[in-house]
T-cell receptor
Framework: EAQVTQNPRYLITVTGKKLTVTCSQN?????MSWYRQDPGLGLRQIYY???????DKGDVPEGYKVSRKEKRNFPLILESPSPNQTSLYFC???????????FGSGTRLTVV | AQSVSQHNHHVILSEAASLELGCNYS??????LFWYVQYPGQHLQLLLK??????LVKGIKGFEAEFIKSKFSFNLRKPSVQWSDTAEYFC?????????FGAGTRLTVKP
């Protein structure tokens, strides 16, 4: 089944403890992206990647890192999480602009 | 930079009523436009898309949208809503791996 898989689905962590949210797609898509969704603010792009080893900042990249060493994987790294990073995170992939994104199921992160 | 505006924050309808959700975009180039739906507790799912051709596009679950270039609009419509259409709806414009979403419209359908 064609899909974008994120793990974990839920995560509660403490301030400052490094964490990684994994994202993998099995559709051979070139584009991948991370969004966060917050009430009243909609979806905001954190980072995106056009292909392997090509990443760019989105609208809200502060406090996040990404890497794209393989086409299928696009992990989101929070080196020192803070409470303002408590949010619902979505990974997405796309074969190109005409097709739109396929979204993963989301990761609900709580930083205490 | 491209951007999207959705005018309706929350829409409440009774079953069988007709639906129209507004979406306006700002982008000077060729547009790729999308409507996504997010059911409570779930991820975003694609309803329909437009990038060229017939400006009236049909999507899943009986939804359709009309691209009106002169108005920079891409409104979503459904002739008769059902209780199961209760969800949040997002309009988006997508270029060069940059997808911009509107703030979303929450639709509540009363049985």
């Amino acid at each position: 089944e064609a899909q974008v898989t994120q793990n974990p689905r839920y995560l509660i962590t403490v301030t400052g403890k490094k964490l990684t949210v994994t994202c993998s797609q099995n559709m051979n898509h070139e584009y991948m992206s991370w969004y966060r969704q917050d009430p009243g603010l909609g979806l905001r792009q954190i980072y995106y990647s056009m292909n392997v080893e090509v990443t760019d900042k989105g609208d809200v990249p502060e406090g996040y890192k990404v890497s794209r060493k393989e086409k299928r994987n696009f992990p989101l790294i929070l080196e020192s999480p803070s409470p303002n990073q408590t949010s619902l995170y979505f990974c997405a992939s796309s074969p190109g602009d005409h097709y739109g994104y396929t979204f993963g199921s989301g990761t609900r992160l709580t930083v205490v | 930079a491209q951007s999207v505006s959705q005018h309706n924050h929350h829409v409440i309808l009774s079953e069988a009523a007709s639906l129209e959700l507004g979406c306006n975009y700002s982008y000077g180039g060729t547009v790729n436009l999308f409507w996504y739906v997010q059911y409570p507790g779930q991820h975003l799912q694609l309803l329909l898309k437009y990038f060229s051709g017939d400006p009236l596009v049909k999507g899943i679950k009986g939804f359709e949208a009309e691209f009106i270039k002169s108005k920079f609009s891409f409104n979503l419509r459904k002739p008769s809503v059902q209780w199961s259409d209760t969800a949040e709806y997002f309009c988006a414009v997508f270029n060069n791996n940059d997808m911009r979403f509107g703030a979303g419209t929450r639709l509540t359908v009363k049985p």
